[in-house]
Every structure is written in C-alpha cells, then in structure tokens.
Nanobody, 117 residues
Framework: QVQLVESGGGLVQAGGSLRLSCTASGLPFSTYTMGWFRQAPGKERAFVALILPLTEQRYADSVKGRFTISRDNAKNTLYLQMNSLKPEDTAVYRC???????????WGQGTQVTVSS
C-alpha cells in the first residue's frame, strides 16, 4: 500500500520560510517522479513543482526563484523549501507521485500553509 505523508506546514508571516517534507512508503521511491500541488480556498488545484528520478526539476512560474524541490532517495523523502513566502502562497500542499510521464497516481492528504500579511 502506497502512502505519502506530508509534514512541515504551518503559519508564517509574509517574507518568511517553511520547509515541507513528504515521506513515501510502498513504492520504489528513487524511480518515481515526485511533485507538489497546492489548492487555495475557492481556487483550482495548481501544480507547484516536480523532480524527476535523476533530480531534474521543474517549477510553476509563480514559485520560480523562491521555492526549491529536492529529494533524499535514501530516506524516501521529498522536500519543498519555500522562501520569500507571500499571502497568495496560502494553500493546502499535497505531495504526489507518478511513474514515468503518466498521470499523478498517488496523492498525500496534504499540509496547510498559511502566510499572513
């Protein structure tokens, strides 16, 4: 059974930083593409970032230069370092996983990030 468990969310002031973690189990983590999505109240779910097995990264334009995605294959853990946070970054952040270039098959429950102005 695949499980993705996020942690690290919380309340932070604008300009601050948070680091999200996602611990995976039940899948060959090092071979999977991992990513982050977010959904703010009343808005569509949105792509944030992804990292391929060989660590190539891609980002949404809205977070480029502020967020960094990384992975530790030895710990089966995905990270999202978020700097220079803005109130518009407030959302539930969910960890996702897929094999190859297919659909995002596995989703975590999410962790809340709230950025106050």
């Amino acid at each position: 059974q695949v499980q993705l468990v996020e942690s690290g969310g919380g309340l932070v002031q604008a300009g601050g930083s948070l680091r999200l973690s996602c611990t995976a189990s039940g899948l060959p983590f090092s071979t999977y593409t991992m990513g982050w999505f977010r959904q703010a109240p009343g808005k569509e779910r949105a792509f944030v970032a992804l990292i391929l097995p060989l660590t190539e990264q891609r980002y949404a334009d809205s977070v480029k230069g502020r967020f960094t995605i990384s992975r530790d294959n030895a710990k089966n853990t995905l990270y999202l370092q978020m700097n220079s946070l803005k109130p518009e970054d407030t959302a539930v952040y969910r960890c996702v996983a897929r094999s190859g270039g297919g659909s995002w098959v596995y989703w975590g429950q999410g962790t809340q990030v709230t950025v106050s102005s």
